[in-house]
C-alpha cells in the first residue's frame, strides 16, 4: 500500500513522461558537456519543431549512459573511446560504424565525430619545452631529469601512465600524484615539468603551457559524438537532422579549447558561451535575469523534494518507530537496515535507482525518503522507549492500553523525540537534496553542479547560499512546528535557553 | 474486599514479597507500613495485576487477579502514586477525566463527576483548565486522587499519596483525605513509610521489611505487643525525641 502511494506520489510530481514535441538533452557534468549539450539545445529550439528540455549536470558517465539507456534522456555528448571502454566494455572498437553496430542491440546510436577529441595529453612549461627542444611525447625520452606530477586517475589507467611508459620508453625522475585543479600551478611554478591534462582544457589557450603531440598513437581516441536513442533519431528526423547539420565536423580541437577557455576562465554561461558558438550573443543581463527565473523554479523543485521526501519519510518512519519501540528485535533490526542504508554514499545509491526509477523526480525522492527515515525511526522509538514506566502502567490500570494508549499517551508524551528527528531529517534533506542535481532531479544542486564543473564560484554560492537559507527556513518552521504539536503541558516542563 | 494469599516476588536474587498475605475489609483503610525497598509498592502492584507474583495468589471480591486476568479491575479500582502521576500533556480535567473517557462516559456525565469532584477538593474552572507543570505539589496530588475517585471506584490502592509534600499541607491533607474515605466508605490500601500517616489512616496496618510480614494488627497492638524489636525500633525511629515530647 505505502509504496503504491508512494509511487502515485511521485509520478504526480515527477516530470512528464515522455511527449512528441518534447526533446531530452542531457550532459554530464564538466564543462564540455554542459557547452555541447547546451549548442545542440539550443539548436534544436531555433528549430521551432520541438521544447527542450535540459537534464543537464548528470554525475558521471554511469549515470548519463543509464539515463539515455532507460529512455530519460534522448541525447547527449560522449567520447568514442568512453563508449567503447565504459559502456561496451570493448577497448576494440573503434570506428564509428563498429561503435554503433555495438550499440545497436541497446537501441542507440551515435552521431558521427563532432570534430575534436578530448583525450589525455601531456604538458610542459613553454619555455621549458624551445629550451629542450620538445614538441612529441618521444622527445621525453632523451630527458629522463625531468620530473612529472599527475592525476590519480591517469597514474593507475592502463590507458595512462603506465601504458605510455612502456609505449615510449619513457623514464622520469620522479612521478607524483597531484589534484587536476592545482597541476597547472604546479606546472607554473616550476614544481613540475610534465603533467598529464586533457586535451580541451581551456587553461591550455593562456597558461604559457605546451601540449606534446602523440606522435606514436599511444592515446585512444576519444572523439565527441551524440550519443542519442535510435527511436528519437528515426522519430525526430528534422531535429537529429539539424543537429548533425550544426554539430558533426563543426566543432575542432582549437574552437572547444576555446569555448572551454570562455566557460572556465571568463566566467560565461555555458547558454552564453554555446550562443557565442552559433554567432548569437546571450549579455550578461540576460543571464542574470534568467538566472533570477531559474533560482524560482529551482527553489521549487527543491522544496518539493525535500517536503514529499519527508513527509513520505514520517508517514513510513514513524510507524516503523512504534514497531521498533515494541519488540527490540525488530528495533535492532530496523535500526540496522535504515543505519546501513545510512553509510551508502548518496550518489551511488542515486545510480542504484536509476535501473528502478530511471533519472530524475523521482528516484531522487526515493533515496531522500530513505535518508530521512533513520532520525525519523530513531527518535519515534527513543521516545517511546524513554517513557516513564510509572505513566504507562496508570494508563493500563485505567483500562487504556494498545493503540487507545498508544493515541492519547504514549504519543503526545514522545513527541518532543519525535519532532526533534523529523527536524532532523528535514535540514539533512535540504542538504543532501543538492545531490539530487546528478540525476537530474533538480533543485539547487543545479546551480551546485553547474558551478563546480564551471569553476564558477557565483554560480555554486547561487545554488549553496538558498539551500542555508532553505534549511534555516526549516529550522523557524519547525519551531512553529514544536508550538502547534507538542502539547503544552509538555512545552512548560521543557528546559529552553534563554 | 482485597486478599492477598502468601504472594512471592523476586527480582533475581531479591526477595522482593516472601510469603506475603494481608486482608483489606469492606470500608476500612488498610496501610502498608515500611521504608523504602520494603516491597510495599511492589504488593500494590501485584494486587493490581500489573506485575505477576511468583507464588500466591490475589483475590479482589473473591475473583483471582493476575496480569492476565484483571479486567474486572476496570472501574473497581482507583490507583493513585507519589506526586499523583499525572500526564504532563494533559490540563487538570484531561486528567481526571482520562478514565471516565477510557471507560466511554458520555461526556456530560464525565463533566459532571469532574465537576463535582472538583468542588469536593475545591478547584474552581480556572485550575481545572491549568497543567500539571502549573501546580504545586500539594495541588498535582489533589489532581491525582480525584483521578483516582472520578469513576466512584469501591477500592482505591494509593501509593504513598502524600509523600514528597511539606508538612503543613501535609497535615491539611490527611486530614482532608481520612474524612473523604470515611464519608465515602471505600476499602483503602494504602502505601506508606510514615508512621505518624499509618496511626491516623490505619484501621489495619502491615509492617513490612525486606519483602516480609512483620507483624500486622492495630496500631495499638503493634505498639503494646511487638513481634520482634524490629516493630519498636520502626515506629519510635519517627517518633519526636523525648525532650519535646511535651510540645505534642
Known sequence: MRLAGLV????????????????????????ESYVVAEIAAQVIEATGQARVERRVGLGGTGIAYRAVAHGRVDVYPEYTGTISRAILKDPALESVEAIRAGLRPQGLTISAPLGFENTYALA??????????????????????????FTSGF????????GLRRHYGLALARVRTIEHALAYQALASGSVDVIDVFSTDGRLTRAGVTV?????????????????????????????????????????????????ALADLDGRSARQVAARFLGREVTDAEERGRLARELGTLTLQHLQLVVVAVALAVLAGVPLGILAAR??????AELMAVGVLQTIPALALLCFMIPLLGIGTLPALVALFLYALLPIVRGTSTGLVTLDRQLLEIADVFGLAGWRRLARIELPLASVSILAGVKTAAIWTVGTA???????????????????ALDDVTTILAGAVPAALMALLFHGLFELADRLLIPRGLRLVMVRPR | MITVRRVSKRYGATAALDDVSLEAAPATTHVLLG?????????????????????????IDGAPVTPRARAHLLGRVGYMVQEGGLYPHLTVRGNVSLPAEALGWAHARTTERVRALADLTGFDDAMLRRYPAELSGGQRQRVGLMRALVLDPPLLLLDEPLGALDPIVRADLQAE????????????????????????????????????????????????????????EFLSAQAPPPELREYF
Open chain 1, 8 to 31: 502515485a506520489l511521485a509520478l504526480v510530481t515527477a516530470a512528464p513522461a515522455h511527449a512528441d514535441s518534447v526533446v531530452r538533452i542531457g550532459s554530464k557534468s564538466f564543462t
Open chain 1, 124 to 149: 610542459v612549461r613553454a619555455d621549458l619545452a624551445r629550451r629542450l627542444g620538445l614538441e612529441r611525447i618521444s622527445d621525453l625520452a632523451r630527458h629522463p631529469e625531468l620530473t612529472g606530477a
Open chain 1, 155 to 162: 597514474l593507475e589507467r592502463d590507458d595512462g601512465w603506465p
Open chain 1, 212 to 260: 606534446l603531440r602523440d606522435d606514436r598513437r599511444f592515446f585512444p581516441a576519444y572523439a565527441a559524438v551524440l550519443l542519442a536513442r535510435t527511436d528519437f533519431v528515426e522519430g525526430h528526423p528534422s531535429a537529429w537532422a539539424a543537429l548533425e547539420r550544426a554539430l558533426v565536423g563543426r566543432i575542432d580541437g582549437a574552437t572547444m579549447t576555446r569555448l572551454n
Open chain 1, 327 to 332: 519488540s527490540a528485535t525488530i528495533g535492532q
Open chain 1, 434 to 452: 543538492t545531490l539530487a542535481a546528478f540525476i537530474g532531479g533538480g533543485g539547487y544542486g543545479t546551480l551546485i553542479v553547474r558551478g563546480l
Open chain 2, 35 to 59: 521504608s523504602s525497598g520494603s516491597g510495599k509498592s511492589t504488593l500494590l502492584r501485584v494486587v493490581l495485576g500489573l506485575v505477576a507474583a511468583d507464588g500466591g495468589e490475589v483475590l
Open chain 2, 177 to 232: 483525605l481520612r474524612r473523604l474515605f470515611g464519608a465515602l466508605g471505600k476499602t483503602v490500601l494504602l502505601v506508606t513509610h510514615d508512621v505518624r500517616e499509618a496511626v491516623l489512616f490505619g484501621s489495619t496496618i502491615t509492617l513490612l521489611r525486606a519483602g516480609r510480614v512483620v507483624q500486622q494488627g492495630t496500631f495499638a497492638e503493634l505498639a503494646r505487643k511487638p513481634a520482634e524489636p524490629f516493630v519498636t
